[in-house]
């Protein structure tokens, strides 16, 4: 039986799924390959691809030591196929199939629900490394750069991921997919990508701290119902995408963190304790408290899209398949089966907002909101006690789930952050109290100066409490002079 912790390093791509015994998926993913180089070098990072960038690259799926950190070119990074160790006599935890060994194939029946569900997530990776690919030339400082470039790197491994299953597990069909997954492109009106905060653009770097937070922690949820998957090599995937993923939201908040914090510290220095005073604010170089909030009000909005509608015919029947659980699925206490249990929503109708009690089934992409919603509210707490410490009379808080909603029932509603139904008229003239204007993301714009000696940051922003690696304050992380 294979060793799932050892990986080979034999064949171009590194694996620990015995590729070099595999001819015909190892053939598959190498001519895969120079399409995915091609693809990198069009619409990934813009320059500094001949820089040598200090990153960390999978190297084993054990819990510790699974990264090594090294200076590496990014077009020669090593984007391997890395599944979390298969779990010995693992059954279905959930749906119809719930106590059944889990599927090491997929099942004929699922076969296009499955298919689906990994081109969606599958088309999520490179959709961000594209939205993000203009940042470099603004980064506020070497550790910020190498932050993104990391982030890049490892959206693009998985990509490979699920390129991989795609390719292994739904031939010819699977193949077409993982050409499609590099044709469609992040803002382009003939082949977008498949979400609408994926063809967003990520203009500056505040609106790259927030989609990290933001959206790569919808990214975190989705992949943890997916890890609940029957489908064993789904579920396995997905699992060691988790442990990467963790730290693109410590970017996040870290970053809107040190974005805040720097905010804070200005106002005390120049004596300002009034948060609304924005022209004085702004004159300072940094960004104003209200401003932020309007970004968290914009991103969280978008975010929430990406869980579909509150209620789902489609979520209730890959749950009951077995193939998509709900986040911490074997931790929760009931009868994982749902076909009897309720759930608390809410339904925009006739201009009112109301509570109901919907069937579980159709309402789990709404369980999966809200939990993703409690996760996220462990950052703005965390942005709020920086606040405090500081001194400053202002609390960052989320908006109402029915603000400035594109999908699900309150997608026809003008619904201010605090949950107050507004007519037309006043959404119209008080939108820019809730969201970003044109004149905000061009102030925001306008501090966007590159900063590269090591150690130094822009004046918009705070270092960071510790280096990446524990490295010190001055570290070179993107070698950008020697080149
Ligand atoms: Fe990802
Ligand atoms: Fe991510």
Same mark, same amino acid.
């Given at each position: 039986?294979?060793?799932?912790?050892?990986?080979?390093?034999?064949?171009?791509?590194?694996?620990?799924?015995?590729?070099?015994?595999?001819?015909? *998926?190892?053939?598959?993913?190498?001519?895969?390959?120079?399409?995915?180089?091609?693809?990198?070098?069009?619409?990934?990072p813009?320059?500094?691809?001949?820089?040598?960038?200090?990153?960390r690259?999978?190297?084993?799926?054990?819990?510790?030591?699974?990264?090594?950190?090294?200076?590496?070119?990014?077009?020669?990074?090593?984007?391997?196929?890395?599944?979390?160790?298969?779990?010995?006599?693992?059954?279905?935890?959930?749906?119809?199939?719930?106590?059944?060994?889990?599927?090491?194939?997929?099942?004929?029946?699922?076969?296009?629900? #499955?298919?689906?569900?990994?081109?969606?997530?599958?088309?999520t990776e490179p959709a961000s490394i594209e939205q993000q690919r203009f940042l470099g030339?603004t980064a506020p400082s070497?550790y910020d750069m190498r932050n993104l470039f990391q982030v890049n790197v490892e959206e693009g491994r998985h990509?490979?991921?699920?390129?991989?299953? =795609?390719?292994?597990?739904?031939?010819?069909?699977?193949?077409?997919?993982?050409?499609? =997954?590099?044709?469609?492109?992040s803002?382009?009106?003939?082949?977008?990508?498949? #979400?609408?905060a994926f063809?967003e653009s990520t203009p500056d770097w505040l609106s790259f701290f927030m989609f990290t937070a933001f959206t790569d922690r919808d990214g975190k949820m989705q992949l943890?119902?997916?890890?609940?998957?029957?489908?064993?090599?789904?579920?396995?995937?997905?699992?060691?995408m988790l442990t990467e993923e963790a730290h693109h939201m410590f970017v996040g908040e870290n970053g809107v963190r040190r974005v805040i914090?720097?905010?804070?510290?200005?106002?005390?220095?120049?004596?300002?304790?009034?948060?609304?005073?924005?022209?004085?604010?702004?004159?300072?170089? *940094?960004?104003?408290?209200?401003?932020i909030?309007?970004k968290i009000?914009l991103h969280y909005?978008l975010s929430?899209?990406l869980?579909?509608?509150?209620?789902?015919?489609?979520?209730?029947?890959?749950?009951?398949?077995?193939?998509?659980?709900?986040?911490?699925?074997?931790?929760?206490?009931?009868?994982?089966?749902?076909?009897?249990?309720?759930?608390?929503?809410?339904?925009?109708?006739?201009?009112?907002?109301?509570?109901?009690?919907?069937?579980?089934? =159709?309402?789990?992409?709404?369980? #999966?909101?809200?939990?993703y919603?409690?996760d996220t509210?462990v950052s703005i707490?965390r942005w709020?006690?920086?606040?405090?410490?500081?001194?400053?009379?202002?609390?960052?808080?989320?908006?109402?789930?029915?603000?400035?909603?594109?999908?699900?029932?309150?997608?026809?509603?003008?619904?201010?952050?605090?949950?107050?139904?507004?007519?037309?008229?006043?959404?119209?003239?008080?939108?820019?109290?809730?969201?970003?204007?044109?004149?905000?993301?061009?102030?925001?714009?306008?501090?966007?100066?590159?900063?590269?000696?090591?150690?130094?940051?822009?004046?918009?922003i705070?270092?960071p409490?510790?280096?990446i690696?524990?490295?010190?304050?001055?570290?070179?992380?993107?070698?950008?002079?020697?080149?």
């Amino acid at each position: 039986m294979l060793n799932n912790s050892q990986v080979e390093y034999d064949t171009i791509i590194p694996n620990n799924v015995s590729l070099s015994s595999d001819k015909r *998926v190892l053939k598959a993913l190498e001519r895969w390959h120079p399409g995915y180089i091609d693809w990198w070098k069009d619409l990934g990072p813009v320059g500094f691809q001949d820089m040598l960038v200090y990153l960390r690259t999978a190297i084993n799926v054990d819990k510790d030591g699974w990264a090594t950190f090294d200076y590496v070119k990014m077009p020669e990074y090593r984007w391997g196929i890395l599944l979390a160790p298969q779990k010995e006599g693992r059954t279905i935890p959930f749906g119809d199939h719930i106590g059944e060994p889990v599927w090491q194939e997929v099942p004929g029946e699922y076969r296009s629900m #499955l298919r689906r569900l990994i081109v969606i997530q599958g088309d999520t990776e490179p959709a961000s490394i594209e939205q993000q690919r203009f940042l470099g030339s603004t980064a506020p400082s070497l550790y910020d750069m190498r932050n993104l470039f990391q982030v890049n790197v490892e959206e693009g491994r998985h990509l490979w991921a699920m390129v991989y299953l =795609l390719q292994k597990y739904f031939g010819s069909d699977g193949r077409e997919e993982a050409n499609e =997954l590099l044709k469609r492109q992040s803002g382009s009106e003939d082949a977008p990508r498949m #979400l609408g905060a994926f063809n967003e653009s990520t203009p500056d770097w505040l609106s790259f701290f927030m989609f990290t937070a933001f959206t790569d922690r919808d990214g975190k949820m989705q992949l943890e119902a997916l890890a609940q998957s029957g489908f064993d090599p789904l579920s396995r995937t997905c699992r060691f995408m988790l442990t990467e993923e963790a730290h693109h939201m410590f970017v996040g908040e870290n970053g809107v963190r040190r974005v805040i914090k720097k905010t804070c510290e200005m106002m005390n220095k120049a004596g300002i304790s009034n948060p609304y005073d924005i022209s004085k604010i702004r004159e300072l170089g *940094v960004i104003d408290l209200p401003t932020i909030q309007k970004k968290i009000n914009l991103h969280y909005s978008l975010s929430l899209d990406l869980f579909g509608s509150e209620i789902s015919t489609n979520a209730a029947n890959t749950y009951t398949a077995g193939v998509k659980g709900r986040f911490w699925e074997t931790k929760i206490k009931d009868d994982h089966i749902l076909k009897n249990d309720t759930y608390p929503i809410l339904e925009f109708t006739d201009g009112q907002i109301i509570n109901k009690k919907a069937p579980a089934l =159709l309402s789990l992409n709404m369980r #999966l909101r809200d939990d993703y919603t409690k996760d996220t509210a462990v950052s703005i707490k965390r942005w709020n006690r920086t606040i405090e410490e500081a001194k400053i009379n202002f609390e960052m808080k989320l908006p109402f789930e029915g603000f400035n909603r594109k999908i699900g029932t309150f997608m026809s509603a003008n619904i201010s952050p605090l949950g107050d139904i507004l007519t037309k008229d006043t959404w119209d003239k008080d939108k820019g109290k809730f969201l970003p204007t044109t004149d905000d993301n061009l102030f925001i714009e306008s501090l966007m100066k590159p900063v590269s000696e090591p150690g130094r940051y822009a004046d918009w922003i705070s270092a960071p409490d510790l280096g990446i690696d524990n490295k010190p304050g001055d570290f070179e992380y993107v070698k950008i002079h020697d080149s």
